[in-house]
C-alpha cells in the first residue's frame, strides 16, 4: 500500500502545490475546479518524476510559517531602508560590499532558500555559491560593517533554515 | 455604503505606496553607476512596489463583491522567479568582470560561475 502511494504520488507536496495552484488559477472553489486540480497534482509529479530525484525530508511547516513572517517583516522593513539609501546617499558616498557567508545547510532545497531570502530583502543580493556549496557569496548595498551583516543573515536566517530543514 | 468606502481609501492607499516605492527603484536603477548596486533596485519594485499594487488590486475586487485570488499567485511567482532573475545577472557581472572581484571564499577553491569545466576531469556534484 505504501510503496503503491509512493509510486503514484512520489511528491506530496507538490501534489498539493499543484492543485492549489489550479484551484487559485479558476478563481472560483467548485467541487469539479477540486477533482481536476487533484488530477493534475498526480499526473504532473508522476510524469515528471525522472527529473526529481529525491524528496526534500524533514520539512517542519510550523516552523516555514514563523520564517515566512519573519522574512514578511525583513521586508518591508529593508525596502523602507533601501530606499532611504537610494535617496538620500550620493553615489560617491556609497559603501557597496562583497560578503562570504559559510553554509552550514547541505540539502539544495534549503540552500536555494536561503538565497532567495537574502535577494528578495533588499539591500543584499546573493551571487554566487562556491564550487563545492560550502560559501555563499552575497552582495550589498551599502554597509558599514560587511561582518554584522553576515553574523544577521546566519543568526536570522540560517539558524531558522537549519531548524526547519533537518 | 461606509464599509466599502473605507477598502477604496485603503486601496487607494496601497497604490500610492506602491507607485512610491516602484518609483524608488526606477530613481535607484537611474542613479547607480555599477551594474552590481544596480541590481539592489529591481528586487526592491519586484517586493513592496508590485506587492501594494496588488493588495489593492484584491481589495477593489471585494469592495466590487467579486473576491480575486490571482494576485496571490501572481506575487508567488515573483517571489519564485525575482532571485533566480538576479541571481543570473549576478552571475553575468562576475564573468565579464564588471565588477569589484569578489573575495574567495574560505571553505573552497574558486566560485562556481569562475570555475572553468577543464579544470577538473572528473564530475564529481557536491
Not at chain 1, 20 to 44: P, Y
Not at chain 1, 67 to 80: E, G, K, M, Q, R
Not at chain 2, 10 to 36: E, T
Not at chain 2, 67 to 72: A, D, G, I
Request: glycine fraction near 6%; aromatic fraction near 8%.
Amino acid at each position: 500500500m505504501a510503496r503503491a502511494f509512493r509510486w503514484l504520488i512520489p511528491h506530496p507536496l507538490l501534489t498539493l502545490i499543484l492543485a492549489v495552484v489550479w484551484i487559485l488559477l479558476q478563481n472560483q472553489v467548485s467541487a469539479g475546479m477540486v477533482v481536476f486540480g487533484i488530477i493534475l497534482g498526480v499526473l504532473i509529479p508522476w510524469g515528471t518524476s525522472i527529473w526529481w530525484p529525491g524528496t526534500p525530508q524533514g520539512v517542519r511547516i510550523g516552523k516555514m510559517l514563523t520564517y515566512s513572517v519573519i522574512v514578511l517583516w525583513d521586508i518591508v522593513v529593508a525596502n523602507i531602508q533601501v530606499a532611504w539609501i537610494v535617496l538620500t546617499v550620493p553615489n560617491a558616498k556609497l559603501r557597496p560590499a562583497w560578503i562570504v557567508v559559510p553554509l552550514t545547510l547541505k540539502q539544495p532545497e534549503a540552500i536555494t532558500m536561503l538565497a532567495g531570502t537574502i535577494t528578495l530583502t533588499p539591500g543584499t543580493v546573493s551571487a554566487d555559491l562556491s564550487d563545492e556549496g560550502h560559501s555563499l557569496l552575497v552582495h550589498v548595498l551599502h554597509t558599514d560593517n560587511p561582518d554584522a551583516v553576515r553574523d544577521e543573515i546566519n543568526e536570522r536566517y540560517q539558524r531558522r533554515l537549519l531548524e526547519i530543514f533537518t | 455604503m461606509t464599509f466599502d468606502a473605507i477598502i477604496i481609501y485603503a486601496a487607494a492607499a496601497a497604490l500610492f505606496i506602491g507607485s512610491a516605492f516602484v518609483l524608488v527603484g526606477v530613481i535607484g536603477l537611474l542613479k547607480f553607476n555599477d551594474p552590481m548596486t544596480r541590481l539592489h533596485a529591481p528586487t526592491k519594485v519586484g517586493t513592496i512596489g508590485i506587492g501594494m499594487l496588488l493588495l489593492a488590486s484584491v481589495l477593489v475586487s471585494l469592495a466590487k463583491g467579486e473576491p480575486s485570488m490571482h494576485e496571490f499567485l501572481i506575487m508567488a511567482f515573483l517571489f519564485v522567479t525575482a532571485p533566480v532573475s538576479a541571481h543570473f545577472i549576478a552571475k553575468v557581472c562576475i564573468h565579464r568582470q564588471d565588477c569589484v572581484a569578489p573575495p574567495s571564499p574560505r571553505a573552497d577553491d574558486t566560485w562556481s560561475t569562475l570555475k572553468s569545466p577543464d579544470q577538473e576531469t572528473d564530475n564529481t556534484t557536491a
